[in-house]
């Protein structure tokens, strides 16, 4: 019970976040929109961003991949499931649209 409890209330809130802020990022001509924190979001200009590039491990025969977008102060990582498409074409498209 004292460990049911905490546990409820934090995948409660985590499903409220994905309700309440479904679209953690966005890309314009200007820059990207980032979700910050609970459901705050942040833009950062193409110029400020360092690197964008993908983690990929691979522990107990499963592949994970994780979006790591470098604006120098921060570091921005989303997983597929955030994204709703893979990293690695995230990527790409990124790339594509800040250059």
């Known amino acids: 019970m004292i460990l049911a409890v905490p546990a409820t209330v ?3 809130a985590m499903g409220l976040r994905d309700l309440l802020v479904p679209v953690r990022l966005a890309a314009d001509d200007s820059g990207i929109t980032v979700v910050h924190g609970f459901a705050g979001r942040r833009h950062v ?6 690197d964008i590039k993908v983690d990929v491990r691979r522990r107990w025969g499963l592949r994970s991949e994780m979006l790591e977008i470098d604006t120098g102060d921060f570091l921005h990582i989303f997983s ?3 994204l709703g498409a893979s990293p690695t074409e995230v990527a790409a498209a990124l790339r594509r649209r800040g250059t």
């Open 10 to 12: 934090l995948i409660g």
């Open 45 to 50: 200009p193409w110029e400020a961003i360092w």
């Open 80 to 82: 597929s499931h955030e």
